[in-house]
């Protein structure tokens, strides 16, 4: 079965750090643009951050950029957001994806052909 674990989550405080990983197994991520979603309370799922299968392509929303790091290691078939100078905005259930092969850049939810389960994320003030 494909699996992608993410783990790494937790609560901090406004300005806090935060590194998030997704161990893969029964996938090889080296074929596959990894991405990161996020899902805040009452909200849609938003993508956070796309890494191309090299690593040389990347994408971060604006609301991440220069705080978030998306990066992988194919090696260790994980990929990992390191996510600094955390916000109250930055709350909500974080999920790993690989995308399908088909999908735009960035990938959407419903261009995602794996799910991991999520990891939250929660910021306080």
């Known amino acids: 079965q494909v699996q992608l674990v993410e783990s790494g989550g937790g609560s901090v405080q406004t300005g806090g750090s935060l590194r998030l990983s997704c161990a893969a197994s029964?996938?090889?991520?080296?074929?596959?643009?990894m991405a990161w979603f996020r899902q805040a309370p009452g909200k849609g799922r938003e993508g956070v951050a796309t890494?191309?299968?090299?690593?040389?392509?990347?994408y971060y929303a604006d609301s991440v950029k220069g705080r978030f790091t998306i990066s992988r290691d194919n090696t260790e078939n994980t990929v990992y957001l390191q996510m600094n100078s955390l916000l109250p905005e930055d709350t909500g259930m974080y999920y790993c994806?690989?995308?399908?092969?088909?999908?735009?850049?960035?990938?959407?939810?419903?261009?995602?052909?794996?799910w991991g389960q999520g990891t939250q994320v929660t910021v306080s003030s």
């Open positions: 994806a690989a995308a399908a092969l088909r999908s735009s850049w960035p990938p959407q939810p419903w261009h995602v052909a794996y």
């Open positions: 890494i191309k299968e090299g690593g040389g392509n990347i």
């Open positions: 029964g996938l090889t991520i080296s074929a596959y643009a």
